[in-house]
């Protein structure tokens, strides 16, 4: 089936390990020609010699907490294709922390990181998208049932669906379709570090922490992070020319909620 992925122009951001580096992947093994970018040139460099044997890879360093930066991401992919089709956005990971221990620094920085980032890369995004295109936004399943202990992401996080609904609807006469992907717990570097610090918090093993949390999952278990890519796929390609302005949870059934 031709899911008209080939060819077309990709930006991945956060993409050196975890959500993004798996959504590159999947991209380029259905032939986009893709640039990925993180803060890290050392992870990048990685992520790139791992990826660059599937297909027309380039990467470039941006810390998406700073608008420079993503401007001259988007300045760079101006320059290599001339215009993009897709904007695969996911980002850091902001502190964790109870409301009353967070400083106004933390609040500041972590909208840069999780709010304004979102806003500026889908602004270049939009400019650079000549012929249609997909925005796809990675958020967190926290913006539908918020996590103890994430205060920020809690908080910042859920713009994320208001943007997603706002573009959604202005940018649908120029044939760019935005949705979100919300992920519960997938097994990223991330998520291993969350069964880590619970372990040593309870004090318990790692094999009991990770229990602790796929214990609320009905589907028993932790997600791989192909199966948040391949969801990424779908919003990228033909298949899901009908669905805009969505936010998908890809979480095993973890969410409560109905809506
Ligand atoms: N995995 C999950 O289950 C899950 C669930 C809900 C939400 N999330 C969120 O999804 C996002 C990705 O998580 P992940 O699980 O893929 O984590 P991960 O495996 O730790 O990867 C994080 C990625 O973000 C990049 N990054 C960190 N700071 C950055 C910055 N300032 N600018 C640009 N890139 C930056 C890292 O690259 P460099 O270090 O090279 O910059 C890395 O590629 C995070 O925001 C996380 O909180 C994840």
Redesign the pocket.
């Known amino acids: 089936m031709d899911l008209g992925i080939k060819g077309k122009k990709v930006i991945v ?9 798996a959504s590159a992947k999947i991209l380029l093994m259905n032939g986009a020609k893709v640039i990925i ?4 040139e050392e ?2 460099k990685l992520a790139y010699d791992n990826l660059k044997n599937l297909g027309e890879l380039s990467y470039f360093k ?4 700073k608008k420079e930066d993503i401007d001259a991401l988007f300045n760079f992919a101006f320059e290599k294709f001339n215009s993009i089709d897709i904007l695969v956005y ?5 502190k964790a922390g109870k409301f009353m221990e967070l400083k106004d620094e933390d609040w500041n920085y972590a909208s840069n ?2 709010l304004l980032s979102a806003v500026r890369c889908a602004k270049r995004a939009a400019e650079l998208m000549k012929n249609g295109g997909r925005i796809i936004f ?5 913006i539908k049932e918020p996590i103890m202990d994430l205060a920020l ?1 809690n908080v910042i996080r859920i713009s994320i669906a208001g943007l997603v609904k706002t573009l959604s609807k202005e940018l649908a006469s120029k044939g760019i379709l935005v949705n979100a992907v919300l ?9 291993k570090q969350i069964v880590k610090n619970r372990a040593n918090k309870e004090k318990i093993t790692e094999e009991e922490a990770l229990k602790s949390i796929t214990k609320d999952i009905p589907l028993g278990r932790i ?1 791989d ?1 192909e199966e948040f890519a391949n969801v990424v796929l779908f919003l990228a390609s033909n298949l899901s020319s009908y669905v805009n302005g969505a936010c998908i949870p890809v979480d095993g059934g973890m969410l409560k909620s109905v809506f």
Not at 13 to 21: E, V
Not at 62 to 65: H, K, N, Q, V, Y
Not at 90 to 94: E, N
């Open positions: 951001t956060a993409a050196s390990k975890g959500l993004g580096f970018s993180s803060s890290n992870n990048l941006a810390d998406l907490s996911v980002t850091g990971s902001p990181l999780l990675s958020a967190s399943a926290a992401s992920p519960g717990y997938i097994f990223t570097d991330r998520v997600g992070p």
